[in-house]
T-cell receptor, first 115, second 114 residues
Framework: DMKVTQMPRYLIKRMGENVLLECGQDMSHETMYWYRQDPGLGLQLIYISYDVDSNSEGDIPKGYRVSRKKREHFSLILDSAKTNQTSVYFC???FGGGSSQNTLYFGAGTRLSVL | GDSVTQTEGQVTVSESKSLIINCTYSATSIGYPNLFWYVRYPGEGLQLLLKVITAGQKGSSRGFEATYNKEATSFHLQKASVQESDSAVYYCAPLSGSFNKLTFGAGTRLAVCP
């Protein structure tokens, strides 16, 4: 059905708690992404994964780590969340190789509030 | 670094009226000319609206058009007659030289009034 699913959709955590955001896709895409969007800013790339256990930092990786043990799943982990990590997080996927041909498919987003 | 500037905040348009959402980008950091517009409808993820990969070309989809103007470094989104179902957030996203590294604008929320 060509879908990217993010769980949970809404999450409230206290500062210092660990956070796990999950993303799944049913298109067997090699490449997956985590972005965050803050008010007034464009989506900022946190991490890219080119396939299982093949992850690279994006533009703002500090405070985050990722895990990709299966091609269809890509997790974003915040160890000891901070209030400035309050944001909307988007997961995306695309076929690997080339660039202009590869449309990104996005999940609906996870709204995280760190209090 | 790469930067994108698009019409800020929210744009409110009456149904059947015309629309333009401006988008300009920093040319020095764009490796090669691939330009995208993504749209996010309420409750959904971003989805590709249209793309143009050659300077001077026009992309179109669902009645929307955008022309890649390399001299002006612009990629404005236009529609001649908007519908209520077009209410969404629109993101301009030029592709930099890196592998699939899109630079997203902040998004422009379009509200179409009946």
């Amino acid at each position: 059905d060509m879908k990217v699913t993010q769980m949970p959709r809404y999450l409230i955590k206290r500062m210092g708690e660990n956070v796990l955001l999950e993303c799944g896709q049913d298109m067997s895409h090699e490449t997956m992404y985590w972005y965050r969007q803050d008010p007034g800013l464009g989506l900022q790339l946190i991490y890219i994964s080119y396939d299982v256990d093949s992850n690279s930092e994006g533009d703002i990786p500090k405070g985050y780590r990722v895990s990709r043990k299966k091609r269809e799943h890509f997790s974003l982990i915040l160890d000891s969340a901070k209030t400035n990590q309050t944001s909307v997080y988007f997961c995306a996927s695309s076929f690997g190789g080339g660039s202009s041909q590869n449309t990104l498919y996005f999940g609906a987003g996870t709204r995280l509030s760190v209090l | 670094g790469d930067s994108v500037t698009q019409t800020e905040g929210q744009v409110t348009v009456s149904e059947s009226k015309s629309l333009i959402i401006n988008c300009t980008y920093s040319a020095t950091s764009i490796g090669y000319p691939n330009l995208f517009w993504y749209v996010r409808y309420p409750g959904e993820g971003l989805q590709l609206l249209l793309k143009v990969i050659t300077a001077g070309q026009k992309g179109s989809s669902r009645g929307f058009e955008a022309t890649y103007n390399k001299e002006a470094t612009s990629f404005h989104l236009q529609k001649a007659s908007v519908q209520e179902s077009d209410s969404a957030v629109y993101y301009c996203a030029p592709l930099s030289g890196s592998f699939n590294k899109l630079t997203f604008g902040a998004g422009t929320r379009l509200a179409v009034c009946p």
